[in-house]
């Protein structure tokens, strides 16, 4: 500890780090609340929305005669949540601002700060525009990648602020690197693929594992299932309505790259491990963060996703995209570059 830097911006960084962090947990619990998850009479009310609360988005959808909704918003999460992305984007802010004061003195650099400076205002911008996105998947997903985005250039100017995360230069660290680069890719899409599943209501599509509904691949309608639709409709009682062969499409594909990035990463990590020092160190990080994710995943299925479980499935893999970045920015760039 201390070591660590002591400077104004290094604690700004560490400070915008966390919360960022937390608001992507904040985020998810109020999303998937909202969903249905979590509920008195779960998992039967899974699909089930406050038609109070998104009377707006609904009247879109030429829902008619809609009554009264029963389940009760989760207002602490969302007072938080507002609470947390409001101090968030003050010391982004401030962020930028000092780095702007130092870019004479060898400081940080001005294009992570304007980057999480220009990440957090769109965010700010969605939440303005679409205060209760979740019948709006594009929306959704704009708001998970975005909050995955920003954490990640937090994350990667905390790495920069530590004198003990630079380039490791053992022998084959360097090779390394392009696989590790190939790795948080395939994170990335799974995370996005994970969140389409999420904003279109496939989660329960298929309620067993290994087999889906007793077979291993059941008839469905990709193309429907990857549709960039504006608004999900609503029934009049409150029910989101969602294509069968659709969700069941979206829910497949994300099993698929589950395995993919199952199969890659671990490859990636026992790479790391046969390596010297931290890379070794954050090998094993990467193989725990991977088991974990893997039994989160699977017990999401076998418990009809609980909200508890699918909040934990989603941090991890933030923790995920973190240890893939701090990987990466332990291992050294080719020379050629």
């Not at 899974?46 to 989760?74: E, F, H, M, N």
């Not at 209501?201 to 299932?225: H, N, Q, R, Y």
């Amino acid at each position: 500890m201390s070591n660590r830097p002591s400077s104004l911006f290094s604690k700004l960084v560490t400070v915008s780090l966390v919360l960022s962090f937390a608001l992507i947990v904040l985020s998810s619990q109020m999303r998937l609340s909202n969903q249905g998850l979590g509920c008195d009479d779960w998992p039967d009310c899974y699909g089930r929305i406050d038609l109070v609360k998104y009377a707006g988005d609904i009247a879109a959808t030429a829902s008619r005669s809609l009554q009264p909704g029963t389940l009760a918003p989760p207002t602490a999460v969302e007072r938080a949540h507002r609470g947390v992305a409001s101090v968030l984007l003050m010391l982004i802010v401030a962020l930028v601002i000092v780095a702007w004061r130092q870019r004479k003195d060898s400081g940080p650099g001005m294009t992570l700060p304007l980057g999480a400076l220009a990440v957090t205002l769109f965010l700010a911008v969605l939440g303005v525009l679409y205060g209760s996105p979740l019948l709006r998947p594009p929306v959704v997903m704009a708001n998970l990648l975005g909050g995955m985005a920003l954490l990640g250039m937090l994350w990667w100017l905390y790495l920069s602020q530590h004198p003990g995360s630079t380039a490791d230069t053992s022998p084959g660290a360097e090779r390394l690197r392009k696989w590790a680069l190939l790795g948080l890719a395939l994170v990335v899409a799974q995370t996005a693929l994970g969140g389409w599943v999420s904003s279109n209501f496939s989660a329960l599509a298929c309620p067993t594992f290994p087999l889906c509904k007793g077979v291993l691949w059941p008839e469905m309608d990709i193309p429907a299932g990857f549709t960039l639709r504006h608004l999900l409709v609503v029934s009049p009682e409150g029910r989101v309505v969602v294509e069968q062969a659709g969700t069941l499409a979206v829910h497949m594909v994300h099993r698929l790259g589950a395995v993919l990035v199952l199969l890659f990463v671990a490859w990636l990590g026992y790479r790391a491990l046969k390596l010297d020092g931290r890379i070794r160190s954050l090998g094993m990080v990467v193989f725990v963060l991977l088991g974990l994710q893997v039994l989160l995943g699977m017990a999401v299925v076998v418990f009809s996703a609980p909200l508890g479980v699918v909040v934990m499935h989603n941090a991890t893999a933030a923790l995920l995209w973190l240890t893939l970045l701090a990987l990466i920015h332990r291992l050294p760039q080719s020379r050629r570059h």
